[in-house]
């Protein structure tokens, strides 16, 4: 069994609570601070709120700990000096613990399809892109990567380059990829070749698709070859860095990026505009932006 023990802790005293169960020899904790999301220049952020107070979650199995729960009690109380009528006790059958999370199929509205390994649909008369977000970031559920799709897999890339930049798992790169580019460089901070290349197999692609790890803002990598279209879904700010440090702007005509707030989007208008591009195509689901730049 998985024993759960729960106690009401004022967040600002969270770190010294931890700490005492950490010397006691109670490593298993979790907490969810409390925040307030607040609207930001490139996006939103978040406020924590130490005025609040925030249920400390205590984890012990049977298999570690004799005599649970009656063990925890007294060593919880002496630690933190608490009362046990302070303290919540749940158990649970550890096998059926560990969450699987079954994300839903996305229609993109425009004949494409997001499908999910979980799903045993079949979508007849429709495009499909198959994906598993596996651990990378990128699901394809957030507005900014779905408004990236339907503008990509609106195009035809045949026999284009692309370079897609902060890539995540990769779905830009496999949408670019079904809609007929011949070479694909994706790019990102983290290490995501398993994700990357386990969807382009998922979707029997064959293209050449390479996979680069690297910092595009404060490391060594540098961007040389021309691509006949970039993608960038990071958001402004980190745009607009990406695009000085690389003088990116040389290396294509077209330009598709997202991640954009639609307050914070005329800087960056602008550095398209002041080196000769136009805005051909810009798409918005509520406050997220995707604009396609282009230059005659």
């Not at 199995?61 to 303290?87: G, K």
């Not at 994906?131 to 026999?159: N, S, W, Y």
């Not at 680069?212 to 961007?223: E, M, R, S």
């Amino acid at each position: 069994m998985l024993h759960e023990f729960s106690i009401d802790v004022p967040f600002k005293e969270i770190e010294e609570v931890t700490d005492l169960l950490n010397a006691a020899g109670i490593y298993n904790l979790y907490y969810e601070s409390p925040i307030e999301i607040i609207k930001v220049q490139n996006g939103y952020g978040y406020e924590e709120r130490e005025d609040q107070h925030v249920e400390l979650k205590i984890y012990a199995s049977d298999l570690e700990v004799e005599n649970l729960p009656d063990a925890y009690y007294p060593l919880l109380q002496s630690t933190l000096s608490i009362s046990r009528d302070s303290i919540t006790h749940i158990a649970h059958e550890e096998t059926d613990w560990e969450q699987t999370y079954d994300f839903q199929d996305i229609d993109l509205g425009n004949n494409w399809v997001i499908q999910y390994p979980s799903s045993n649909e079949i979508y007849e008369n429709k495009n499909v892109l198959k994906f598993d977000p596996l651990a990378a970031f990128g699901t394809g559920l957030h507005e900014t990567t779905q408004g990236c799709l339907r503008m990509i897999v609106d195009k035809d890339f045949t026999g284009k380059t692309v370079l897609d930049l902060g890539t995540g798992s990769g779905m830009l790169a496999i949408a670019a990829s079904l809609k007929g580019a011949s070479k694909v460089v994706a790019v990102d901070y983290e290490d995501v070749a398993r994700e990357l290349y386990h969807n382009a197999k998922l979707n029997e692609l064959e293209n050449d698709l390479q996979v680069v790890q690297a910092d595009l803002i404060t490391g060594d990598y540098t961007i040389d070859a021309n691509y006949d279209y970039i993608f960038i879904n990071i958001g402004a700010n980190e745009t607009m860095s990406i695009l000085k440090k690389h003088t990116l702007l040389n290396n294509s005509n077209e330009f598709i990026i997202s991640g954009l707030v639609e307050w914070h989007i005329d800087q960056l208008i602008e550095m398209f505009q002041i080196d000769g591009f136009s805005i051909k195509e810009k798409q918005q689901t509520n406050e997220w932006v995707t604009i396609h730049f282009t230059k005659a």
